[in-house]
């Protein structure tokens, strides 16, 4: 997988270019503490290495083919096999990226190929975070090579990389599908224990602990983001993440998580009842979520932009929002169009797209294609009742439409509270 992904970026360079990318750093805590590590997803994306203090290097047109594509690794030594655990040998990162292990070396011979090689090249594409939602306010690996390089050698022409990597990941393979479908099959599990477990008096963080048992046990790496687990009001909250409230009888409980597997990401939303069987009200407000899903799905497809695609979208939730009487249809034909006024019941966006991350890489300029992956997620959101219910599943663009990635996994209301009346049982 990642040595195709390896030759299609080549065939983005320009001639006599050279393409370098870093592993992201391990982060500090406090005291002597880490963060668990994160790979650069773009490095991952090449090589499929999951390793700190990782180099690529790419010189396509370099006179020696052993030097056309270089792979830089940390050296295990007696300290860290002992304190850390030996990291990947030669023969494995060769096995794992499908770069010759002859063209695998460790940390210590980077400077004297990176000197050589630049100076050879007349264009040096270099990494960056450009995703359109990113904050960036940690100096990465990456960003503290760019300035090396411009310090080092000023006159070089510098390329950006991210636009031809987001070219590549935007499209799925056949092979990266797979994988998403593993990360899904993985969190459908995790959703089917839930309902088999939460009853009234649960606490969401017991609900949480029932989702990674099942992760850790399926082989997942964890989960895909911070999992939300809502009760009641909570759901009104779009990024509640505290979960440590308990689960009342006859309130909603919105569960918006994903397994993460093989470097893949999934994201599924469902919003359950506390008791097991949803109130008319309830009811109600949910069928009008998933009536909108489901509208949602017919629109999603090949050649749409996502601007014109929410803003269809909207006007399928405000017309949902209207039979529910939380608007009025005579206000809404006054309403000013900048600031339509089904956004205060539904304030988010209803898709993004998905892969390596869970908000993957995207342009919200170009038009939908076959073999993007996208979530689905409308949602509405009545604070004033408590009541919170979005329903997100996962869809691969095809060339007439899309197809549901999440079908087995229960969507449907009498679906849900028939599992439900199941006897409940802790794993």
């Known amino acids: 997988m990642s040595s195709i992904a390896r030759k299609n ?13 870093h592993a992201n750093d391990v982060y500090p805590t406090n005291a002597d503490g880490t963060l668990p590590f994160i790979q650069n997803s773009d ?44 990291r990947l040998s030669k023969e494995e990162a060769s096995r794992i990226s499908g770069i010759p292990m002859e063209n695998i070396h460790w940390l210590d011979q980077f400077d004297r190929h990176y000197h050589a090689l630049i100076r050879q090249a007349d264009h040096v594409y270099l990494n960056t975070n450009e ?13 503290r090579f760019i300035r090396r390089c411009q310090r080092e050698y000023p006159l070089h022409r510098y390329e950006r990389l991210a636009p031809l990597l987001q070219s590549l990941r935007i499209i799925k393979s056949v092979a990266e599908i797979a994988v998403i479908k593993q990360a899904i099959a993985v969190t459908e599990s995790a959703f089917r224990r839930v309902l088999n477990f939460v009853k009234p008096g649960v606490m969401e963080n017991e609900v949480e602990a029932e989702i990674i048992h099942e992760f850790i046990r399926s082989g997942a790496q964890g ?26 009888a006859d309130t909603l409980l919105l569960l918006d998580f994903g397994a993460r597997f093989g470097g893949y990401n999934a994201d599924l939303t469902r919003t359950i009842p506390v008791s097991g069987r949803f109130t008319k009200r309830q009811r109600e407000v949910y069928n009008a979520v998933l009536t909108v899903h489901r509208a949602a799905r017919k629109l999603l497809k090949p050649g749409v932009l996502l601007r014109e695609y929410q803003e269809q979208v909207g006007l399928a939730m405000q017309e949902e929002l209207i039979k ?86 229960p969507i449907d209301p009498d679906e849900i509270e028939s599992l439900m009346q199941t006897t409940k049982v802790r794993r």
């Open 223 to 248: 989960h895909a983001f911070s999992p939300i687990i809502a009760s009641g009001k909570n759901a009104c909250v779009l990024h509640y993440v505290q979960n440590n409230r308990r689960c009342e």
């Open 43 to 86: 490095l991952f994306y090449l090589t499929g290495i999951d390793q700190e203090e990782t180099i690529l290097i790419l010189a396509p047109d370099a006179p020696d083919k052993k030097l056309r594509e270089l792979l830089f690794l940390r050296e295990t030594n007696e300290h860290i096999a002992i304190w850390e655990g030996e």
């Open 9 to 21: 970026l080549v065939k983005k360079l320009a001639p006599k270019s050279l393409a370098i990318l």
């Open 324 to 409: 529910l009487k939380l608007l009025d249809r005579a206000a809404v034909k006054k309403q000013d169009k900048d600031k339509p006024l089904y956004k205060k019941y539904f304030m988010h966006g209803t898709s993004h797209h998905l892969g390596l991350d869970v908000h993957d890489v995207g342009d919200p300029m170009q038009r939908v294609a076959p073999g993007m992956v996208f979530t689905i997620e409308p949602g509405i959101y009545i604070r004033e009742e408590g009541l919170g219910i979005r329903l997100e599943n996962d869809v691969l663009i095809t060339k007439t439409g899309n197809a549901d990635l999440m079908p087995t996994i």
């Open 131 to 143: 995703h359109a939602r990113a904050v960036v306010e940690v100096e990465t690996r990456d960003t």
